[in-house]
């Protein structure tokens, strides 16, 4: 069957033997109902588990080249992460190949992050598994344990190195607040615009900064909203560093 899309009744379950087959590709064996949505990946529910993986998949890379490893120095985030990079390493790594039908390239760039989403929901270590058979090969669990030597960072906060460790931290909350609400069960039925609307909502600066501030996590240094606002982004990417990515989630979910 030539790539495409395709009509017809969704995929019900998963069995024993497609999940096996699911975990061959990813690495982890995941859920049967997130399995199912790697099988055939249509429909509400997929694209909802697309845009949980999508959020994770960008904390894992965030994390993962923090630092700038070799691997990463001459590639953008986007580079990584970008449909067409997601087709080529999906294509590779042989995900079509045990799908129920063949997507075309941004369908199963699409699947990727689906793939991503079912691992994130064993685990961010299961998620960094399956980013690594599917996205970046050099993703590895140590991204998103804590970083030997960082703990030295720790105080190093400074209003001008802000930039690196809010990279990551943005990220980190992005995936934080799509948990929130991926999981909420008065939300299930919404679909991604409708979740990304409330994300927005939720990562609002002044939203995030009345919090902060009443957390007492802002500094003295000044009121610029844009440079405070680093100022936390930094905060929750530095925890990620020093303490694991499990850690930075935590931290980040003290602003919802
Ligand atoms: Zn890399
Ligand atoms: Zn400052």
Redesign the pocket.
């Known amino acids: 069957m030539p790539p495409g899309s395709r009509t017809g009744p969704l995929r019900r379950g998963a069995d024993a033997a497609d999940r096996a087959r699911v975990a061959e590709v990813l690495g982890v064996d995941v859920d049967e109902r997130d399995a199912a949505l790697v099988l055939d990946p249509r429909g509400l529910a997929f694209q909802r588990l697309e845009w949980q993986g999508d959020s994770a998949l960008d904390a894992v890379v965030a994390l993962?080249?923090w630092g700038a490893?070799a691997?990463?120095r001459a590639l953008a985030h986007e580079d990584l992460v970008s449909d067409a990079a997601l087709a080529v390493t999906a294509q590779r790594a042989g995900l079509a190949d045990v799908m129920d039908w063949r997507p075309d390239p941004p369908r199963l760039a699409d699947a990727v992050e689906t793939c991503v989403g079912a691992g994130w929901h064993v685990s961010p270590e299961a998620a960094v598994t399956v980013a690594g058979r599917l996205v970046?090969a050099?993703?590895a669990p140590e991204d998103v344990a804590g970083r030997e030597g960082a703990a030295d960072l720790a105080d190093a906060l400074r209003c001008d190195a802000l930039a690196a460790p809010a990279h990551v931290g943005s990220a980190v909350m992005e995936a934080s607040a799509a948990d929130l609400l991926y999981g909420r069960d008065d939300l299930s039925r919404e679909d991604e615009g409708e979740l990304s609307r409330r994300r927005a909502l939720l990562l609002d600066g002044e939203r995030v900064l009345q919090v902060a501030e009443d957390s007492g996590w802002l500094p003295g240094c000044g009121l610029h909203p844009h440079h405070l606002l680093d100022h936390v982004q930094a905060r929750v990417g530095l925890v990620a560093v020093v303490h694991g990515l499990t850690a930075g989630l935590r931290e980040a979910g003290r602003l919802w």
């Open positions: 993962h080249r490893p691997c990463c970046h050099e993703i």
